[in-house]
């Protein structure tokens, strides 16, 4: 048998939740989809949300999973490492926090990265 480890893809959301905050504590939602192209589970440990246009690099930590996408205080469980399946896509919405946050959201572009561990 051939069991080599596959490569583990994000698509690119196409909604998300926020609320911003300069003192307080900020949030972010996401729905990612992970897929795995390889025949054995890829176990993702942990994952990180970084502003690239920051100057100083304070990511936002993984803090929870949620069954609807901006009703964060509804079915919310604790982030946990997850295994993404070989040949297989995982629908995960994924929330994101920083104290203190730092950041009003405004209506422009802002350059996120998802950083996987």
Request: proline share 6%; glycine share 8%; aromatic share 12%.
């Amino acid at each position: 048998m051939n069991w080599r480890k596959g490569n583990l893809f994000v698509a690119t959301p196409r909604s998300y939740a926020a609320i911003g905050a300069m003192d307080g504590k900020m949030v972010l939602e996401f729905p990612f989809v992970f897929f795995n192209d390889g025949p054995i589970p890829i176990i993702v440990q942990n994952l990180q949300i970084v502003f690239l246009d920051e100057k100083a690099s304070r990511p936002l930590a993984f803090m929870a999973t949620v069954k609807q996408l901006g009703k964060h205080d509804e079915s919310r469980s604790l982030a946990t490492q997850f295994p993404v399946r070989g040949r297989e896509a995982l629908l995960i919405i994924c929330e994101f926090q920083r104290v203190p946050g730092g950041l009003l959201f405004e209506e422009k572009s802002y350059k996120l990265e998802l950083q996987i561990g």
